[in-house]
């Protein structure tokens, strides 16, 4: 299975940070496959942003889940991640990565998208 992120690299401060995740190699649909978003802060540990699963349920971090939507285009094969309001704290190198069968270990990575936060 690959992973791959694209998004824009620079988002402004108060606006929404936009990214998707197209997968290769197997399908969003598959049962236990759980999608994963994580971002890593320069200079910090990874931090998990949330998760869809196989059957479309949906699952956030408590610190961003006011702000945060998870979504997939089952047709396209597809994930999204929509990250609102954001500022300069939440400047990072986001990944795309999926967990079989649960979402405790993430077997699969994508490569990483710097996105930075500035005006």
């Known amino acids: 299975v690959q992973l791959q992120e694209s998004g824009p690299g620079l988002v402004k401060p108060s606006q929404t940070l936009s990214l998707t995740c197209t997968i290769s190699g197997g399908s969003i649909g598959t049962n236990y496959y759980y999608w994963g978003w994580i971002r890593q802060p320069p200079g910090k540990g990874l931090e998990w942003i949330g998760y869809i699963s196989y059957s479309g349920t949906t699952d956030y971090s408590p610190f961003l889940k006011s702000r945060t939507s998870i979504s997939r285009d089952t047709s396209n094969n597809q994930i999204s991640l929509q990250l609102t309001s954001v500022t300069p704290e939440d400047t990072a190198v986001y990944y795309c990565?999926?967990?079989?069968?649960?979402?405790?270990?993430?077997?699969?990575w994508g490569q990483g998208t710097q996105v930075t936060v500035s005006s």
């Open positions: 990565a999926l967990g079989i069968p649960s979402v405790t270990t993430y077997t699969y």
